[in-house]
């Protein structure tokens, strides 16, 4: 296990609703990812964290945020959801090194499953 | 942009055998690093192996490695002595950094299917 926690692992909303994923990071890392994989697909970038500021945004609209929090934990946001949104979101942590991170393997935690109606 | 081609949707292997997954990229960065990750339906992504771009030496861990041949773009992950529980989707991805990110792109999976 990487030591990628996240929550909740199921959750069921409806069209317009807002919700919240928690993502904790592994011990000493500093920098969460978060990733969207819709059924069949590959994982896609949404957002970035890192010393608590979003430094790296995918192709998805405003109304998905985020936050980091100093112990490094994350949450992502979503407003406004829509059926498209059904998917499951991954929650990504790696280190970043003062001088740049070539390797920097993000670890995976095991995902939240959403269901929007 | 990055962009990560799996052309095998589904694979099949015999217990014991070798099997290999191919995986091609694009890119005009000189610097990147491609992953392979195992998702088995539980739904986590499992990080197996990295390679490089400025590695020379082809990247190993255990029963996976990488046939990393820069000149084709090409990062195929070889697994020897296939087993049951290597039953799963594989996921190849490149490592973009994107101005102060660092992103993976990754491309659509191979299912394997290892039989007894």
């Known amino acids: 296990e990487t030591g990628v926690t996240q929550s909740p692992t199921h959750l069921i909303k409806t069209r317009g609703q807002q919700v919240t994923l928690r993502c904790s990071s592994q011990s000493g890392h500093n920098t969460v990812s978060w990733y969207q994989q819709a059924l069949g697909q590959g994982p896609q970038f949404i957002f970035q964290y890192y010393r608590e500021e979003e430094n790296g945004r995918g192709n998805f609209p405003p109304r998905f945020s985020g936050l980091q929090f100093p112990n490094y934990s994350s949450e992502l946001n979503v407003n406004a959801l829509e059926l498209d949104d059904s998917a499951l979101y991954l929650c990504?942590?790696?280190?970043?090194?003062?001088?740049?991170?070539?390797?920097?393997?993000?670890?995976f935690g095991p995902g939240t499953r959403l269901l929007v109606l | 942009a990055q962009k990560i081609t799996q052309t095998q949707p589904g694979m099949f292997v015999q217990e014991k055998e070798a099997v290999t997954l191919d995986c091609t990229y694009d890119?005009?960065?000189?610097?990147?690093?491609l992953f392979w990750y195992k998702q088995p339906s539980s739904g986590e992504m499992i990080f197996l192996i990295y390679q490089g771009s400025y590695d020379q030496q082809n990247a190993t861990e255990g029963r996976y490695s990488l046939n990393f041949q820069k000149a084709r773009k090409s990062a195929n992950l070889v697994i020897s002595a296939s087993q049951l529980g290597d039953s799963a989707m594989y996921f190849c991805?490149?490592?973009?950094?994107?101005?102060?990110?660092?992103?993976?792109?990754f491309g659509t999976g191979t299912r394997l299917q290892v039989t007894l």
């Open positions: 890119t005009s960065d000189p610097s990147y690093g």
């Open positions: 991805a490149m490592r973009e950094n994107t101005g102060t990110a660092s992103k993976l792109t």
């Open positions: 990504a942590s790696s280190l970043r090194l003062a001088g740049g991170g070539r390797q920097e393997t993000q670890y």
